[in-house]
């Protein structure tokens, strides 16, 4: 996992999968790191991730509650096929916002 | 790799890590074109086998990679039959409840076995005292054909 802070936006790349064993935690941890820092808009980079679980999809949940409890708010970008479809049939795609770009997800995040 | 007349079965046991969840991906991506399944239909199976697997390592193995879980493949002619045992004491069937609920939608766990429902046409659990079995059946849809057109010559050696 990277993370790149441009502006008050924290890029987290993912790579690999988030499947409930220490990619998961690095996640969590790096969310609550971001929090600590003050900085609540987040943007998820789904790109190079090959497998996301019911665990992975937990972690996610977390960090997208932890951030809203913050004022602030976690993206997704980049989502596979694959995973868009989990996403779908747990309807978790009306809690998470997608987009196909970062570009697109920083004009998401307004002023 | 053996079976009934028409019958294919491919058999493998992976130690209970997470990581070698990915060997099992490759396998159904290889069963499935077996199979003739369509994109959206060979998806569905590995993320199937996959929670399966998941919850095999994680709550019937406590992660104890020792411990093996094993994974069949039935390849029928009508439908594939996915098979993952584990030696684990199993869970409370009643306990599990609908995860695209309002008031569960944000809750961190309890999607595994909802999702396994979505995506397969059957999904059973039998609990024993050696432990869990969880079978996921995937049916052929119209126009899936076999694209061996008869038994598939699939390597059982993995």
């Known amino acids: ?111 | 790799m053996s079976g009934s007349p028409g019958v294919e079965i491919v058999r493998l046991e992976i130690p209970s890590r997470l990581e070698l969840l990915s060997i099992i991906d490759k396998v159904v991506d290889g069963v499935a074109d077996q199979m003739g399944f369509e994109d959206d239909d060979k998806d569905a199976v590995a993320i199937s086998v996959i929670e399966a697997g998941t919850n095999a390592i994680q709550h019937g193995h406590g992660h104890e990679s020792e411990r093996l879980v094993e994974i069949v493949f039935r390849l029928e002619p009508e439908e594939l039959v996915v098979e993952i045992t584990d030696s684990g004491g199993g869970f409370d069937l009643e306990v599990l409840e609908d995860a695209t609920a309002p008031e569960n939608l944000l809750k961190e766990r309890g999607r595994g076995i909802f999702i396994m429902r979505s995506m397969m046409d059957d999904v059973s659990f039998e609990f024993t005292d050696k432990g869990t079995r969880c079978r996921l059946v995937k049916r052929r849809r119209a126009g899936e054909a076999d694209v061996s057109g008869g038994p598939a010559p699939l390597d059982d050696t993995l």
């Open chain 1, 1 to 111: 996992m990277t993370r790149r802070d441009d502006g008050d936006v924290s890029i987290l790349t993912l790579s690999g999968r988030l499947m409930g064993g220490p990619d998961t935690e690095q996640f969590l941890k790096q969310i609550r790191d971001l929090i600590d820092s003050k900085r609540s808009r987040v943007i998820v980079d789904m790109g190079d991730v090959a497998w996301v679980n019911s665990s992975g999809l937990g972690a996610l949940i977390a960090g997208w509650t932890l951030l809203k409890e913050k004022g602030g708010s976690l993206k997704l970008i980049r989502v596979s096929r694959r995973i868009e479809q989990i996403l779908a049939v747990t309807k978790l795609n009306t809690v998470f916002e997608i987009h196909p770009d970062e570009a697109s997800a920083r004009a998401g995040f307004g002023g």
